[in-house]
C-alpha cells in the first residue's frame, strides 16, 4: 500500500507541477510581464513546487532527511539523469554564459550549502535567507545580462488568451495535487522506507529525487526527441540553483532543518559537488560547447554508480 501512496504522489506532482506552470504563465501574461521575465522567474519558481512542498512537507513531519536529500539528490539526478538522458538523445550545445555566470553561481550555491551544514549540521533560517536572498540576487543580474542579448525564453503565447476562470481553476487543480501529492509522497516513501529496512536519505536522495525530477525528465526528452530547444544546459543549471535557494532556503526559513544522516555530509553532498564540479572539464574536452552522447553516456553510468552505491552501502 505505501508503494501505491508513492505512485500516486509522484502523478499528483506531476499534474501539479503542470497546471502551477500554465496557470503562473497565463496570470502572468493578464498582468502584462514579458515573456522573458516569465521564462526567467514564473516557470522556474513554478517548476520548483514539486520539490519545495515535499521538502516542507518533510520537515514539518520531522523527516529532516527527505528535507535535504530531496535537493540534494534531484541535483544530482537533474545532471546525472536528465542531462545524461538528454544528451544521448542528442548533442546539446554549450552557450557561453554558462561559464559566466551558471556554472560559477550552481557551484557557489553547493559550496554554500556544504559549508553551512557541516558547520553545525544544520540550516537555520539565517542561513536559509542568505540563501534565497543571493537567488534574488542572482535572478536579478541574469535578467539584467539576458536583456541585452537575443537569447529569449521560449514561452507559451497560447496561455496569454486564458481566460480567468480557467487560470483560477488550474491554480486550484496545481494547489491540490502538489499539496496531496507531496503528502502521499512523504508519507509513503516513509513507510517503504521502513519496510525495507533502509534510511530516509537512501529513499529520498534516490526514489523522491528522481520522483520530483520526473517533469524536467520528460520535457528534456520530449523536446530533444522533437530537436527543439526546449531544454539546455542553462535550464538543468538553474533549476539546480533553484533547488538550493528556493527549496531549502524557503524550507529552512520556515523550520531549522537538522542533518539527522551522517551519509548525507560523508557521501550524498560530495556526490553533488562532484557531479557539479565535472560539467566544466565535460564541456571543454575533447570538444568543445557540447555535450555529446558519449558524455551523456558516461553521465547516466556516473548516476548509475551513484545510484548502487546508494543502495549497497
Known amino acids: ?30 498582468l502584462n510581464i514579458s515573456k522573458f521575465v516569465i521564462g526567467m522567474t514564473v516557470v522556474s519558481f ?58 560559477p553561481v550552481m557551484l557557489l550555491f553547493s559550496i554554500g550549502l556544504y559549508l553551512f551544514l557541516n558547520n553545525d ?23 539584467k545580462r539576458e536583456r541585452k542579448s537575443d537569447n529569449v525564453e521560449e514561452v507559451d503565447e497560447t496561455l496569454a488568451i486564458v481566460s480567468y ?27 517503504v522506507a521502513e519496510q525495507l529496512g533502509v534510511s530516509k536519505a537512501v529513499i529520498s536522495v534516490s526514489m523522491i529525487a528522481i520522483g520530483t525530477s520526473i517533469p524536467e525528465l520528460a520535457a528534456s526528452v520530449i523536446a530533444a526527441a522533437k530537436q527543439e530547444k526546449g531544454i539546455s544546459l542553462g535550464n538543468l543549471i538553474g533549476s539546480n540553483i533553484f533547488n538550493i535557494g528556493s527549496v531549502l532556503g524557503l524550507t529552512s526559513i520556515i523550520k531549522t532543518i537538522p542533518v539527522t544522516e ?12 562532484a557531479f557539479a564540479m565535472v560539467l566544466f572539464p565535460l564541456t571543454l574536452l575533447p570538444k568543445k560547447y557540447q555535450i555529446s552522447r558519449f558524455k551523456g553516456f558516461f553521465l547516466v553510468f556516473g548516476y548509475g554508480i551513484f545510484i548502487v552505491l546508494v543502495f549497497v552501502s
Not at 500516486?8 to 502551477?20: D, H, P, Q, R
Not at 542568505?130 to 536579478?140: D, I, W
Not at 480557467?166 to 495535487?177: E, M, N, T
Not at 557521501?267 to 553533488?272: A, G, L, T, V, Y
Open 262 to 273: 551522517p551519509q548525507i555530509l560523508t557521501r550524498d553532498i560530495f556526490w553533488m559537488l
Open 46 to 103: 513554478a517548476t520548483s513546487a514539486p520539490e519545495l512542498l515535499v521538502s516542507l512537507k518533510a520537515a514539518l513531519n520531522d523527516a529532516p532527511a527527505i528535507a535535504i536529500n530531496n535537493v540534494v539528490g534531484s541535483n544530482i539526478a537533474n545532471i546525472g539523469l536528465v542531462l545524461g538522458i538528454t544528451a544521448l538523445i542528442g548533442t546539446i550545445g554549450v552557450d557561453r554564459s554558462f561559464y559566466r555566470i551558471n556554472w
Open 121 to 143: 549540521n544544520q540550516l537555520v533560517p539565517w542561513e536559509g535567507s542568505l540563501l534565497f536572498v543571493a537567488l534574488l540576487v542572482f535572478l536579478f543580474v541574469l535578467i
Open 1 to 30: 500500500m505505501s508503494v501505491l501512496w508513492v505512485v500516486l504522489g509522484f502523478i499528483l506532482l506531476v499534474i501539479g507541477g503542470e497546471f502551477l506552470v500554465r496557470s503562473s504563465v497565463a496570470l502572468s501574461f493578464k
Open 165 to 191: 476562470f480557467k487560470i483560477i481553476l488550474w491554480l486550484l487543480i496545481g494547489g491540490a495535487a502538489l499539496f496531496y501529492g507531496s503528502e502521499w509522497l512523504v508519507e509513503g516513501a516513509i513507510d
